[in-house]
T-cell receptor, first 113, second 113 residues
Framework: GDSVTQMEGPVTLSEEAFLTINCTYTATGYPSLFWYVQYPGEGLQLLLKATKADDKGSNKGFEATYRKETTSFHLEKGSVQVSDSAVYFCALNNFFGNEKLTFGTGTRLTIIP | EADIYQTPRYLVIGTGKKITLECSQT?????MYWYQQDPGMELHLIHY???????EKGDLSSESTVSRIRTEHFPLTLESARPSHTSQYLCASREDKNYNEQFFGPGTRLTVL
């Protein structure tokens, strides 16, 4: 079945540091890939998405590129801020399967001033 | 801005009580989902619906039940709450189109004493 493997957390960085959160997936067909963010006490919000190989999703300074050859969708940001502290989830939606989102386990990110 | 609502946001209740967690969306989405989120953050799909009068069990077995009598409303019911039901419950919806992301509500944090 489909699965998403996400970098273990928690991750603690200083403000303005470079961020990478690794995400790899296993799926049949051609899934769409997503990064969701969950701020404390809230539900999940879509951060960015990519629907086909080599697509780059970007939003709020975050980027991720859909790499089919390495089955990866790593999240990056060049300079993190304290307000980026949250839990980040990588997910896939396989439209050749049951159309449900398959989530990674989440990575808690804390940015210190 | 997604329009999906959950009530109550927080609920503390005693063992054996019947509870209903409400979820409503004003986007006209056919597909709706309930997830249970561990304290360790991992998300588990417990129920989903493809439209009115359609409900299916998700990947994680749950003692809860759901109904879908109206497109906009997808309530989740626990007939007899137990401490093991203590968790965060997240509702989501999406359009019936390829590549569209799921929109999440703010969640209900349930504590059963």
């Amino acid at each position: 079945g489909d699965s998403v493997t996400q970098m273990e957390g928690p991750v603690t960085l200083s403000e303005e540091a470079f961020l990478t959160i690794n995400c790899t997936y296993t799926a049949t067909g051609y899934p769409s890939l997503f990064w969701y963010v969950q701020y404390p006490g809230e539900g999940l919000q879509l951060l960015l998405k990519a629907t086909k190989a080599d697509d780059k999703g970007s939003n709020k300074g975050f980027e991720a590129t859909y790499r089919k050859e390495t089955t990866s969708f790593h999240l990056e940001k060049g300079s993190v801020q304290v307000s980026d502290s949250a839990v980040y989830f990588c997910a896939l939606n396989n439209f050749f399967g049951n159309e449900k989102l398959t989530f990674g386990t989440g990575t808690r990110l804390t940015i210190i001033p | 801005e997604a329009d999906i609502y959950q009530t109550p946001r927080y609920l503390v209740i005693g063992t054996g009580k019947k509870i209903t967690l409400e979820c409503s969306q004003t986007m006209g989405h056919d597909k709706m989902y309930w997830y249970q989120q561990d304290p360790g953050m991992e998300l588990h799909l417990i129920h989903y619906s493809y439209g009115v009068n359609s409900t299916e069990k998700g990947d994680l077995s749950s003692e809860s039940t759901v109904s879908r009598i109206r497109t906009e409303h997808f309530p989740l019911t626990l007939e007899s709450a137990r401490p093991s039901h203590t968790s965060q419950y997240l509702c989501a919806s999406r359009e019936d189109k390829n590549y569209n992301e799921q929109f999440f509500g703010p969640g209900t944090r349930l504590t059963v004493l």
